[in-house]
């Protein structure tokens, strides 16, 4: 970071957004704040903006008028842009070099692919746009020279543990020019997962879980439906088939192992039998610090991991059986083209008819095994087809919640 980086935050008002600014007020010489995307929570992004007067902001369409009048009211010199093609505007400014894309579910997937189309170094804090279309973002990554960084924290620590040429290579795209499984030094990678709130519960009063249980997440402050995710596993499951894009690994190369303190964020298998882990502090700030300096380093803000107070690290396997979300989403990455993205889109409807009231915590994997079952697997070869499979992956998850096939 010899100049410093014009930065756009897509999910500006959410917890990688806040996480996100929250760097960049260390760093006001090396970090620029010039776009915002806060979509419909406008009185936090008024509020932010007034903060770091970005260049451009973007809003959900109805919200755009109201903001607008909000905008000129607070004196700002700023662009108000709108909607999804709001979104890809703002990424693709001039005025714009670096891009997080943070906005939960396929709803990021559209500006995330923009901007990799339009050259720019994009942080990537949403899982989507990997697991739905990683193979199509890698290709487009390549003929525009950008550059992809992962933020997930357990990615991000992968990637952190990886040879400075594997570095390189990866968050350019270059897959070919990663040596091949039977050439590399790389032989596993393991994941870790916290186990969410719910790793030492009974099977059978998983069937009572409530909301408010679910969203109490042991050790990660995020929001609602990353936090489901987490208690289903989903979320460890959508990682898995991320890394087996981004690190180019088949998913029996990569494990996933119950680690409840949050210390230890991923782990990399040498062929010589070296094993190589990241750790830090369970705080976004450090992945998206190291993101946004790559390949130098920040501050971050986040506090020192101190392992006397840790005192301890334990380890123990998923359980499957009472978790069956990681079970999925291993036969999507296994299955490929595009199921990884109908996993994707039957447990977002499936998420959102939990938070809302309509189904059980247990049946979220039950109506995702559902839709599953029922859908085609075509190639996706572009965002026309990405973005057809994750519809009729909706579609039939609507169709399932109203027959109330779920039980």
């Given amino acids: 970071m010899n100049s410093p980086s014009h930065l756009a935050v897509?999910?500006?008002?959410?917890?990688?957004?806040?996480?996100?600014?929250?760097?960049?007020?260390?760093?006001?010489?090396?970090?620029r704040t010039v776009a915002l995307a806060g979509w419909r929570n406008t009185d936090r992004l008024l509020a932010i903006s007034r903060e770091f007067s970005p260049a451009g902001v973007c809003v959900a369409e109805e919200k755009a008028t109201l903001f607008r009048s909000q905008v000129l009211g607070a004196g700002l010199n700023c662009r108000v842009l709108s909607g999804p093609t709001g979104l890809i505007e703002l990424v693709q400014s001039e005025q714009v070099d670096t891009v997080v894309a943070g906005i939960a579910g396929a709803a990021g997937l559209s500006s995330t692919l923009a901007a990799v189309q339009a050259?720019?170094?994009?942080?990537?804090?949403?899982?989507?746009?990997?697991?739905?279309?990683?193979?199509?973002?890698?290709?487009?990554?390549?003929?525009?020279?950008?550059?992809?960084?992962?933020?997930?924290?357990?990615?991000?620590?992968?990637?952190?543990?990886?040879?400075?040429?594997?570095?390189?290579?990866?968050?350019?795209?270059?897959?070919?020019?990663?040596?091949?499984?039977?050439?590399?030094?790389?032989?596993?990678?393991?994941?870790?997962?916290?186990?969410?709130?719910?790793?030492?519960?009974?099977?059978?009063?998983?069937?009572?879980?409530t909301i408010k249980e679910a969203l109490a997440h042991p050790n990660w402050q995020m929001g609602p439906k990353i936090t489901v995710d987490s208690a289903t596993l989903m979320n460890k499951g959508l990682e898995l088939i991320e890394a087996c894009v981004f690190f180019d690994l088949p998913e029996s190369q990569i494990d996933v192992v119950i680690h409840p303190q949050s210390v230890i964020h991923s782990l990399v298998h040498y062929v010589d039998g070296s094993v190589l882990a990241q750790m830090a502090s369970p705080d976004m700030r450090i992945p998206l610090a190291h993101a946004l300096a790559f390949p130098g380093r920040i501050r971050s803000g986040a506090p020192t991991l101190n392992l006397i107070e840790v005192s301890r690290l334990d380890f123990e396997e998923p359980d499957v059986a009472r978790f069956p979300c990681l079970r999925l989403a291993r036969e999507a990455a296994r299955i490929g083209k595009g199921m990884p993205a109908v996993l994707n889109a039957a447990n977002e409807v499936a998420v959102e008819a939990f938070l809302s009231g309509r189904l059980r915590f247990v049946d979220i994997p039950v109506l995702v095994e559902a839709v599953m079952e029922r859908s085609d697997c075509p190639v996706i070869n572009g965002l026309d087809d990405a973005l057809g499979v994750d519809q009729n992956a909706r579609h039939l998850a609507v169709e399932a919640l109203k027959m109330r096939s779920v039980r």
Avoid: Y
Wanted: proline share 8%; net charge positive; charged share 20%.
């Fill in 10 to 31: 897509l999910g500006a008002t959410g917890s990688v957004g806040k996480s996100t600014l929250d760097v960049a007020r260390l760093h006001p010489d090396r970090i």
């Fill in 119 to 209: 050259g720019k170094r994009v942080l990537i804090a949403n899982k989507e746009p990997l697991v739905m279309c990683g193979e199509l973002l890698r290709a487009e990554a390549r003929a525009a020279k950008a550059v992809i960084l992962p933020v997930d924290s357990e990615h991000n620590a992968v990637f952190q543990c990886l040879p400075e040429a594997h570095q390189t290579n990866l968050s350019r795209g270059d897959l070919g020019a990663v040596p091949t499984s039977d050439q590399s030094p790389i032989s596993r990678i393991t994941l870790t997962a916290s186990g969410g709130p719910f790793i030492r519960t009974p099977a059978p009063d998983l069937k009572s879980v």
